[in-house]
Nanobody, 115 residues
Framework: QVHLVESGGGLVQAGESLRLSCRVS????????MNWYRQTPGKQRELVAG???????NYVDSVKDRFTISRDNVRTTVYLQMNSLRPDDTAVYYC?????????WGRGAQVTVSS
């Protein structure tokens, strides 16, 4: 069974940084693209960043030049480094992948940015 476990969320002030981690188990991590999504109450889950199996990356426009997604295939962990955080980055952040045709999600990590 595939498990995704996020960590690293918290409360910060605008302009500060956080790093989210997502530890993955139960699959051959290095073969799978990984994503970070976020969601706020009443809104759809939004794709924030993705990284392919060969470490090509993509970002939503609102986080380009502030967030960096990376992966460590030895530690089977994907990271989201978030710099210059803004209040509108406040959300629950979810780690995601696809495995055998199914979407797999972590439980989420709350990120709160105060102004």
């Amino acid at each position: 069974q595939v498990h995704l476990v996020e960590s690293g969320g918290g409360l910060v002030q605008a302009g500060e940084s956080l790093r989210l981690s997502c530890r993955v188990s139960g699959m051959n991590f290095r073969l799978h693209p990984m994503n970070w999504y976020r969601q706020t109450p009443g809104k759809q889950r939004e794709l924030v960043a993705g990284i392919s199996s060969d470490s090509n990356t993509n970002y939503v426009d609102s986080v380009k030049d502030r967030f960096t997604i990376s992966r460590d295939n030895v530690r089977t962990t994907v990271y989201l480094q978030m710099n210059s955080l803004r209040p509108d980055d406040t959300a629950v952040y979810y780690c995601n992948t696809q495995y055998k045709g199914n979407q797999v999600w972590g439980r989420g990590a709350q990120v709160t940015v105060s102004s």
